[in-house]
């Protein structure tokens, strides 16, 4: 199986930076998609940005030339540069892994992790 664990978030005033980590664990080979999602208080949650094959890169537009998406090679661990805070950042980040639909991965679970918070203040 694999096991994603978020690190970072926490307290930022508008104009801050902060920088989320994702450690994943247990079958990575198996990891074809890793990505951050969030969901911000009565909202559904949305996808952020997201690392397909540890080259193609995707980002919602509200964080387009704000956040940034990095890993490692093979994906191991992710990260997220976010840069220009602001309040409509403020949301609960859970990082996700998207397993490989291969034979030798039959059986894995795409993998959630527990939530981080992210709060931004005006």
């Known amino acids: 199986q694999v096991r994603v664990v978020e690190s970072g978030g926490g307290l930022a005033q508008a104009g801050d930076s902060l920088r989320l980590s994702c450690a994943a664990s247990?079958?990575?080979?198996?990891?074809?998609?890793m990505g951050w999602y969030r969901q911000a208080p009565g909202k559904g949650r949305e996808l952020v940005a997201r690392?397909?094959?540890?080259?193609?890169?995707n980002y919602a537009d509200s964080v387009k030339g704000r956040f940034t998406i990095s890993s490692d090679n093979p994906i191991n661990t992710m990260y997220l540069q976010m840069s220009s805070l602001k309040p409509e950042d403020t949301a609960i980040y859970y990082c996700?892994?998207?397993?490989?639909?291969?034979?030798?991965?039959?059986?894995?679970?795409?993998?959630w992790g527990q939530g981080t918070q992210v709060t931004v203040s005006p």
């Open positions: 996700y892994a998207k397993i490989r639909a291969a034979t030798e991965c039959l059986g894995i679970l795409d993998s």
């Open positions: 247990g079958d990575t080979r198996c990891i074809s998609t």
């Open positions: 690392i397909i094959e540890g080259n193609t890169i």
